[in-house]
């Protein structure tokens, strides 16, 4: 039986659990895990998501993430690939890190979101490592009562429910964690309570799922983006079949790989099919085009323009 999709929508929260491949480590000593909190920064200032909590356990990881436009997908994928690539390095070996398909459950973040992060920071506690969170240094458990600054965190909106002063809401943070640090593993934060996707009441999920097939049925085709990007740069999209390595051709195809990667469920294949590009370029052009937009404002802005009309 085919897996159903992921649902999408900008603002969706989800538990993401990340394995090790057939349960194996993934973390092998701290510098390990300060790359990965490098990546997850750095994941949040190139994607615009949110990190409301993190654990880092030896051989998995559990997330809090608020996505904006891009899809969860895109942001795992991101991390999984560059952490992957990182270890191999590191220990010189080959081949898969992490479990094929990772663990991702969207929650009602306004009824669950304060219990995820306590379920998540608890973690440790629960298997027998810590007997309390703030001993155990790679959560963002230490980030929320003040201990570490991790200013790509965000603990405002946990603590926001707790209070307006950041202090007091501390205070009535650290109660909190208390009062569960007796509860095991909660079955709900991994399988959720409806279609094995979703964790909230009936409600929640009518809304969710009718939002995520509105902005499906308005999916863009590969021939639509590279409509708007040929229009954009003044010529037929049939200029960018062409072999030529001319710059206004390859700037285009680069911005519509980056479109395809960042914004859509589309695939690079399906645009390399169109274009007779193979995906690795495709995928390079795009990432250096983003990393060229970060000085070049002409870039950017047609970025946010093509951006807009997408979304």
């Not at 929260?13 to 990546?39: K, P, S, W």
């Amino acid at each position: 039986m085919a897996r159903k999709p992921r649902i999408h929508y900008p603002g969706a929260v989800y538990h993401v659990i990340m394995r090790g491949n057939a349960r194996q480590n993934i973390f092998f000593e701290d510098a390990d895990r300060f790359r990965f909190y490098f990546l997850l920064q750095e994941g949040t200032e190139r994607f615009g998501h949110r990190i409301h909590a993190f654990c880092l356990m030896s051989n998995h990881v559990h997330l809090a993430i608020q996505v904006s436009e891009v899809r969860l997908s895109r942001i795992i994928q991101n991390i999984s690939f560059r952490f992957t690539r990182w270890i191999n390095w590191r220990r010189k070996r080959t081949g898969h890190l992490f479990q094929g398909r990772y663990k991702a459950l969207l929650i009602d973040a306004d009824s669950y979101l304060s219990e995820l992060v306590r379920y998540i920071h608890l973690n440790p506690v629960r298997a027998g490592i810590v007997s309390a969170p703030s001993d155990y240094p790679w959560t963002s458990h230490r980030a929320y009562i003040g201990l570490e600054p991790l200013p790509w965190v965000n603990t405002e909106w946990v603590l926001g429910f707790l209070g307006k002063d950041r202090e007091r809401a501390q205070e009535l943070y650290k109660q909190f964690i208390l009062d569960g640090i007796d509860e095991g593993y909660k079955k709900e934060f991994h399988s959720g309570s409806i279609d094995g996707r979703i964790l909230g009441e009936d409600s929640f999920a009518d809304r969710v799922l009718t939002a995520a097939e509105k902005r499906d049925s308005a999916k863009f085709t590969i021939e639509v983006i590279l409509e708007k990007v040929s229009r954009e740069y003044g010529f037929d999209a049939s200029v960018l079949v062409q072999k030529d390595k001319q710059r206004g051709p390859a700037e285009a195809r680069a911005l519509g790989a980056w479109l395809v990667r960042e914004l859509t469920s589309l695939s690079l294949t399906d645009l390399g099919k169109a274009i007779n590009r193979d995906v690795s370029s495709l995928s390079l052009a795009a990432s250096r085009l983003q990393t060229r937009a970060k000085n070049e404002t002409r870039i950017a802005e047609l970025m946010e323009k093509l951006r807009r009309e997408l979304t």
